[in-house]
């Protein structure tokens, strides 16, 4: 059985809209409290710029690395204040700025890049 190009173009449309979906609820959950949820949104936004290809995927691949930062400071304990979630998402913020400018895109999404 024979898979159309129409078919394969709807299931990336869906996997990439289910992970951004999973992405936005997740960053819900961890603002609310379970900050290990900061790590699923990190993967779904991940994910879903992949799957956005070269339009809006290299723009919203910074932003995976703000609950990326997040995730890593709630992991180790380094976020205790107001003043030190500030300073993370600073730090966030500024990875995410350099990898959309100054990184090849070969190299942000090279995971995946193995597998195509």
């Known amino acids: 059985m024979l ?3 129409g078919e394969v173009k709807r299931l990336y449309t869906i996997l990439a809209y289910s992970s951004l979906t999973v992405a936005l609820l997740s960053v819900v959950l961890a603002v ?4 290990y949820y900061y790590w699923v949104s990190a993967i779904g936004i991940y994910i879903f710029s992949f799957l ?3 339009s809006i995927g290299q723009l919203t691949v910074g932003l995976t690395f703000i609950p ?3 995730a890593v400071g709630y992991t180790f304990g380094w976020i205790k204040n107001k003043a ?11 990875i ?3 990898m959309v ?8 999404f090279l995971p995946f ?3 195509s």
């Open 113 to 115: 890049w193995i597998f």
């Open 68 to 70: 990326l930062v997040l």
């Open 3 to 5: 898979i159309h190009d």
């Open 32 to 35: 609310s409290g379970k900050r």
């Open 96 to 98: 995410g700025i350099i």
């Open 101 to 108: 400018f100054f990184v090849d895109d070969k190299w942000v």
């Open 52 to 54: 956005a290809g070269f």
């Open 84 to 94: 030190q979630i500030l300073i993370v998402l600073s730090i966030g913020v500024l």
